[in-house]
């Protein structure tokens, strides 16, 4: 009997440790994330905006791509498929989102960065994606994107893919007033 119960408390005490780390795993893979720039992953903080460095013996494509999920009803593309840019410049990139529906929706933009390490260099300093976008019926607006791409960018990298998913975020939203944006 006494060694039933060792087992039992050992197989309870496994399945408690197994849970803690199931429990810690998406918490410590974004902090990974956002150490090593793997899986695209960009900051939702804004940067600042480079002082001087701009580094116009180099040339850098910036792609940009846009999908909302497959939830969401909105139309949504960006103004320009693709930019040059010299590292150390701003630029603002728009994106066009129009709400075809009936009903006003909230939605919220994810943003990831193709090769994954090049996210840990391009920087933005102003981007929709850090607040949710109100867009009432039938409306439609540009959200704007000011980035720059890090000078210490490595020579390896000639191309950067910005791309964002929108998501659906109406049953979560609050009407905060500061995230509001009802469109043209």
């Not at 989102?97 to 391009?122: D, F, H, K, W």
């Not at 920087?123 to 791409?149: D, S, W």
């Not at 890090?150 to 007033?177: C, E, H, K, R």
Request: glycine share 6%; charged share 15%; proline share 7%.
């Amino acid at each position: 009997m006494q060694l039933h119960r060792t087992l039992v408390t050992k197989l309870l005490l496994v399945t408690a440790l197994m849970f803690g780390f199931g429990f810690a795993l998406v918490p410590l893979y974004d902090v990974f994330c956002e150490v090593t720039g793997i899986n695209g992953k960009t900051s939702n903080v804004p940067a600042t905006a480079l002082v001087d460095g701009v580094d116009t013996s180099r040339e850098i494509t910036i792609e940009f791509l846009a999908r909302p999920n497959k939830d969401m009803p909105w139309i949504f593309k960006p103004e320009i498929r693709r930019l040059t840019v010299h590292p150390g410049e701003v630029h603002v990139m728009n994106y066009f989102a129009e709400n075809p529906t009936a009903q006003m929706i909230v939605g919220q933009a994810v943003p990831s960065v193709s090769p994954g390490q090049a996210a840990l260099y391009l920087h933005k300093i102003e981007c929709f994606c850090f607040t949710q976008q109100q867009l009432a019926a039938g409306r439609n607006m540009l959200m704007p994107v000011q980035f720059y791409v890090d000078p210490a960018l490595p020579a390896q990298f000639s191309t950067i893919t910005l791309n964002y998913t929108l998501y659906d975020v109406t049953a979560n939203w609050q009407g905060n007033a500061a995230t509001e944006n009802l469109g043209e």
